[in-house]
């Protein structure tokens, strides 16, 4: 092994070292989701948004602040609500009257771990506010814009479509996040375990800080040099062709779709030690990359067709790489 190999294996190894230092520290605040934090770690390797989709109660606010905390970010929490304005998100331009000038006030937008809780009970107009600030990494008011600071993710939170008094998020929307997640709800030992940890009083903001700011853009860094094969790269783009292809689909895989699973792969891997990217990492990425991403057909809805169903089908159908050539 060469000096620079050795230096890179030795980096790989210290990125799974702070994977597994935060995840213990996650869990002090909330039992029995370590699988869940390490998805939102990957989220925030691969410097993408997380949409965390689940009924009240279940530990996403938690989860969003223990993270920041546990990176020493500036966290900040956006209700939304059917009255809120597209400016409580991103701020506004305030008349000073001793300056007879106009001066920008930033919003809640402006933090490095942005919260938007129950982001589907805000109207359409409101929903899109954030579309500039994800995607950009700024914000546009009254035709100045104001970068936002780095690092910076953004942890939405969406009840259950049924639920009444709520907007479903248009596909322009959900295409801004890179992974969307169920928390679920707790097994009987994580919830005897969550029972004494609240009873002691454990908050977040009593989490000790485990990595500095600074080491999210090393793992940033880092997770952009873990090693894609062709014949992983190909797996991928015949995985979003079967579901372009897929009778049960009326949208499959964009290319962005594609781009996002092996940008998540590539952080995945890193943080299982690893200086490239295998198969079971796609196969374990793709239904929080993709299924947020897809629509069912009218018949396949009329059928009672579930998504995961449909992606469990197409892993089923598209081989997978084998040998030397799918590492």
Do not use: W
Request: net charge negative.
């Amino acid at each position: 092994m060469s000096r620079q190999e050795a230096a890179k294996a030795s980096l790989v190894g210290s990125f799974a070292d702070t994977f597994d230092a935060i995840v213990t520290n996650v869990s002090k605040v909330i039992q029995g989701k370590s699988e869940v934090t390490r998805l939102a770690l990957v989220c925030l390797a691969s410097e993408g948004h997380l949409l965390l989709e689940d009924v009240p109660g279940v530990g996403k606010t938690t989860l969003a602040k223990a993270l920041a905390r546990s990176f020493d970010l500036d966290c900040r929490r956006i209700q939304f609500t059917p009255d809120l304005l597209p400016s409580d998100v991103t701020g506004t331009s305030v008349y000073d009257r001793a300056t007879s000038t106009f001066s920008f006030r930033p919003g809640p937008v402006f933090a490095n771990v942005v919260l938007g809780d129950e982001i589907n009970r805000a109207s359409p107009k409101t929903q899109s506010a954030l579309l500039e600030a994800m995607q950009e990494g700024q914000v546009t008011v009254d035709n100045v814009t104001h970068f936002l600071p780095s690092p910076f993710l953004v942890i939405a939170t969406q009840n259950p479509v049924e639920h009444e008094g709520t907007y479903p998020l248009p596909e322009s929307q959900l295409d801004r996040f890179l992974l969307r997640i169920r928390m679920g709800y707790p097994d009987r030992n994580a919830e005897v375990e969550m029972l004494d940890v609240y009873g002691r009083n454990a908050l977040p903001e009593d989490l000790p800080v485990v990595a500095g700011e600074g080491a999210i853009p090393a793992m940033v860094d880092l997770a952009n040099q873990i090693h894609v094969a062709t014949a992983i790269k190909g797996y991928i783009v015949d995985l979003a062709s079967a579901t372009r292809d897929h009778p049960a689909l009326s949208l499959g895989m964009s290319p962005r779709a594609a781009l996002a699973v092996q940008r998540a792969a590539r952080a995945y891997a890193a943080s299982e030690s690893r200086e490239y990217v295998i198969p079971d990492d796609v196969k374990a990425l793709l239904g929080p990359v993709v299924e947020h991403r897809l629509m069912l057909s009218p018949e396949a809805v009329v059928s009672g067709v579930e998504l995961p169903e449909v992606l469990a089908e197409v892993l089923r159908s598209v081989p997978v790489p084998t040998g030397r050539g799918g590492i």
